[in-house]
């Protein structure tokens, strides 16, 4: 009977000490778990390029989009404010940057020139009507013919340079017709003011802004010329490192970008608190423009023959398959389709 005893109790301390082992290795590979998740991203900083003009990288950042999604990660989210694409294009070629809101043209240049970024997403897409020709009171311009010999400013590299090419070629004209003028985007309203200037070829939401200023008049916009959209970037080391971040930031974009569509005005007051821009230019922006993220044959179509103009222009002196260099696979796991 004393035998038997004993060996119950044994038996009892041999599980005792199995449940025990069982616990400790358990909770050791939880610990060792999320050790390894946390050294996962290792506080991990994604740099992203956006504009004025842009609205759903800065709505997700007002309304806490980023933080929600990253933060539990130890991941975060860092917008960068440029001016225009060619200074984004720059920060890229020295790995300053890991996504990038851009024109289609600055994209199209960069990749030419070897910097290694793919297209992933577009983020504006436009019916023409948010570019234009403006041109000053006193400068005689009433028409796309009379630009003739005149002062034209435009913004080198950007979706306005590849508009100033159409109207020009739309009127057997060449740059060498014209004084053309490459300034910054922000310094061209002071220089139509100031009359150094007699026209330029300028966006939303700047556009408006001139317009309603005063002292200029637009004299066409981008209607009925071949347009594309503008587009994300992303570097493609960052891209194949962390594919399933690049998923959820398109997620996150694309949230912010339903729900501006869903409350334009509280959208419109947001973005103008946030850039000083008036809200009536976002408001012109919002009509004339669709910010939806996907990336459809059409939209793919029209980025190619950007690149088949481009060259034929002589802008790039490379000609290539802008395909090549699209991925939508993102996009798709992101569910953002047509």
């Keep these: ?193 100031s009359d150094s200037i007699d026209a330029a070829v300028i966006w939303e939401p700047y556009l408006t802004g001139i317009l309603e200023k005063g002292g200029a008049r637009l004299v066409r916009d981008g209607t009925g010329f071949p347009n594309s959209s503008s587009i994300i970037i992303g570097r493609k080391s960052f891209l194949e490192e962390h594919p399933e971040l690049t998923v959820r930031l398109l997620k996150v974009l694309d949230r912010s970008e339903k729900w501006s569509r869903e409350h334009v005005e509280e959208s419109v007051k947001l973005l103008s608190k946030r850039t000083g821009v008036a809200e009536s230019a976002y408001r012109s922006s919002f009509k004339a423009i669709d910010f939806s993220l996907y990336l459809d044959e059409k939209r793919i179509d029209a980025l190619a023959d950007t690149e088949a103009f481009l060259f034929g222009q002589g802008t790039i002196r490379k000609d290539f398959d802008l395909r090549e260099f699209i991925d939508a696979s993102f996009l798709e796991k992101a569910g953002v389709v047509r």
């Design 1 to 193: 009977m004393r035998k038997k005893s004993i060996q119950v109790i044994f038996q009892f301390l041999v599980v005792v000490v199995i449940v025990i082992v069982g616990i400790c290795v358990w909770g050791g590979a939880r610990a060792d778990a999320a050790e390894k998740a946390e050294k996962k991203y290792d506080g991990l900083t994604i740099r992203w390029a956006t504009q004025p003009s842009q609205t759903q990288a800065a709505i997700a950042e007002e309304l806490g989009y980023f933080k929600e999604e990253f933060e539990a990660d130890g991941v975060t989210v860092e917008l960068r404010v440029f001016a225009s694409g060619p200074p984004i294009i720059e920060a890229f070629a020295a790995g300053e940057l890991d996504f990038g809101q851009v024109g289609n043209q600055p994209a199209i240049q960069a990749i030419a020139n070897g910097i290694d970024i793919r297209i992933i997403a577009a983020y504006m897409t436009s019916d023409g009507s948010s570019s234009a020709l403006v041109a000053s009171d006193k400068s005689g311009i009433n028409s796309l013919s009379d630009v003739r010999g005149k002062k034209v400013a435009y913004t080198v590299g950007t979706v306005a340079h590849q508009l100033l090419l159409k109207f020009l070629d739309s009127e057997k004209l060449t740059e060498d017709d014209l004084q053309l003028i490459n300034l910054r985007l922000g310094d061209i309203p002071a220089a139509l003011e």
